[in-house]
């Protein structure tokens, strides 16, 4: 059996990437689909595997601006030439689907999240951008959902990492989904017994604007109370900017920081709203309970009253009223670590793996999509 991954952009390793790992694993003989691949940002095992880029990797810029080439992306997907694969699996949340399966062939996507720049989040994108780009979004964004909703209807099958985004798979393309969470290197995480004791609360991921960091900052500095920062992205300079003294933002830091914060921390603040987030995953996974926006993928992980808290508002206010709750609440590490258990990358190769052997006989024709051939005779 011959087998295709497509991804959107290998320009990093995040949740996205960490599926694509996973993918390897299960399948070492797959062969990958980009529209830009930066070896040097990706890991070893990805390395490994033959990739193929699409005529986005050889524009001007492509490993930093490959964004800009959204609208062309389309076009991109659909010259890649998938002939003599049986199984094509994509990984979705950027442009990766649209590939045109070639007959007998079964194509399974997971969906990180429908591109959430042109659908759920394009207000938001569009208001936070420069003066051009918000002029270009419009024409470029209906192109590009029509496109979008249409090639949605060249999946044989599809996966949603949380329940929240098999909502946004049926709201925007009508079709239903499977849900199986991403993995999560859980055993790479350790519980300190110390950090019931810490002072010190963590927040952690890319800063970015529609994750709302700048509400944590802001509560922390009110409170006076211990934070710290960890992560890169558009907003670094500004949170810097904002911090006060007992707010520290470190920015990027390596797995091995990242994973001794997790431990020492008293508690993660996550104020976004996510598709998943395996950030809350990985706190719990340290032991820690994680106080967050009460809504979207962190209410599919996060237990409220055993595993963390939530805030219903996304505001100062209520992450203040958050860390005064937390204050008093019991927290069992060992029982949030195994909690944070069933989200493991064994768990989601065990689970893949067995719907994707569920699914490999080429999908017949669903019935909307078959000609009404009477009414055509007519």
Request: hydrophobic fraction near 45%; glycine fraction near 6%; charge should be neutral.
């Amino acid at each position: 059996m011959r087998i295709a991954i497509v991804h959107y952009w290998l320009v990093g390793m995040r949740g996205g990437e960490k599926v694509i790992e996973s993918l390897c694993r299960m399948y070492p003989e797959a062969d990958i689909f980009t529209h830009v691949y930066r070896p040097d940002a990706v890991s070893q095992l990805i390395r490994e595997r033959r990739v193929t880029q699409t005529f986005i990797g050889s524009l001007p810029f492509a490993a930093k601006l490959y964004k800009n080439y959204l609208p062309l992306m389309p076009m991109a997907l659909e010259q890649l030439d998938l002939r003599g694969y049986d199984l094509i699996i994509s990984s979705e949340s950027g442009p990766a689907k649209g590939i045109i399966p070639p007959p007998g062939s079964v194509h399974i996507c997971y969906c990180h999240s429908p591109m959430r720049y042109v659908w759920n989040m394009f207000h938001e994108y569009r208001r936070t951008t420069g003066f051009l780009k918000r002029i270009l979004m419009l024409p470029a964004a209906h192109y590009i959902r029509m496109w979008d909703a249409l090639s949605a209807q060249r999946v044989d099958h599809y996966v949603a990492n949380s329940h929240t985004v098999a909502q946004r798979i049926a709201r925007y393309y009508r079709r239903e989904s499977e849900v199986i969470p991403p993995p999560v290197a859980v055993a790479d995480f350790y519980i300190d017994p110390a950090a019931q004791d810490s002072e010190t609360w963590l927040m952690a991921g890319e800063l970015v604007a529609y994750k709302r960091p700048d509400l944590a900052v802001q509560a922390f500095n009110q409170m006076r109370r211990r934070l710290v920062v960890v992560g890169g992205g558009e907003m670094l300079e500004e949170l810097r900017r904002l911090a006060g003294p007992t707010v520290t933002i470190l920015g990027p830091q390596p797995f091995a920081k990242l994973r001794q914060l997790y431990a020492e921390s008293f508690a993660l603040v996550f104020p976004g709203e996510e598709d998943f987030g395996i950030v809350p995953v990985e706190a719990m996974a340290s032991g820690r309970p994680v106080l967050a926006f009460g809504k979207g993928g962190a209410t599919e992980t996060v237990v409220d009253g055993v595993t963390g808290l939530f805030f219903d508002e996304q505001s100062v206010d209520a992450i203040i009223a958050g860390v005064d709750r937390m204050a008093t609440m019991e927290i069992d590490s060992n029982a949030i670590r195994r909690h944070a258990e069933r989200f493991t990358t064994a768990v989601f190769e065990r689970r893949m793996r067995m719907f994707i052997d569920s699914k490999m006989i080429p999908a017949a024709p669903r019935q909307s999509d078959v000609p009404n051939l009477v009414a055509i005779g007519r």
